[in-house]
Each structure stands twice: as C-alpha cells, then as structure tokens.
Nanobody, 121 residues
Framework: QVQLVESGGGLVQAGGSLRLSCAASGRTFSRYVVGWFRQAPGKEREFVARITWSSTITYYVDSVKGRFTISRDNAKGTVYLQMNSLKPDDTADYYC??????????????WGQGTQVTVSS
C-alpha cells in the first residue's frame, strides 16, 4: 500500500505562485512513478507532470511547460509541484498519484485526496 497526502493549495491571483506538496509513505512507494493530475469542474481529469524517485527526467503537459516545475526530495518522501505565472485556467483540484507512469490516469494505482487551487483574474 502507498499513501499520498497533498497540501499547499489555496487562492492566488493570476500571475502568482503556489507550491504543492505530495507526501508519500508506505513500504513500496519508491517503486512507483509519481504524477500530478488536475480536474476542473465539469472537465475530465488531466495529466500535469510526472517524475520518478530515481531520475531527474520529467515530463509536462504542454499547457504548463515553462511555468510549472516538478521536483522531489527522496529523504522526505515528498514530491513538489512549483506553479508560477498562474492563470485562471489552472483552477482545479490537484491530485498526486503513484503508479506505472505515462499520462493516463488508469496507469496510476494510488491517489491522494486532492488539494484545491483557485486562480482569480
């Protein structure tokens, strides 16, 4: 079993920044790719970014490239999503997930409870 807990969401003005955290625990959490997904009201859940515990190679959806940065701290078992130059379209519930990787939600086996990000114009 893997447990994931997101934090760091909130309300921010357009152009501002937030840093989300995903704290991972469980005996086998380091075996999995960690991804960030988001879901806005009335829309499908979409992939945002991913990273592994053993590599610095990252991948982002086109809409956040140059603005968001995913990183990790293996000692703390935590993955971060630094979000800069936020736009109202970034408003969504953000979820941390662990699994096999890729961009499809069904490839991720464990999910956190989500943290809400609201960007005002």
């Amino acid at each position: 079993q893997v447990q994931l807990v997101e934090s760091g969401g909130g309300l921010v003005q357009a152009g501002g920044s937030l840093r989300l955290s995903c704290a991972a625990s469980g005996r086998t959490f380091s075996r999995y790719v960690v991804g960030w997904f988001r879901q806005a009201p009335g829309k499908e859940r979409e992939f945002v970014a991913r990273i592994t515990w053993s590599s610095t190679i990252t991948y982002y959806v086109d809409s956040v490239k140059g603005r968001f940065t995913i990183s990790r701290d293996n000692a703390k078992g935590t993955v971060y999503l630094q979000m800069n130059s936020l736009k109202p379209d970034d408003t969504a519930d953000y979820y941390c997930a662990a699994g096999a990787g890729g961009v499809r939600p069904d490839a991720y086996y464990y999910w956190g409870q989500g943290t809400q990000v609201t960007v005002s114009s």
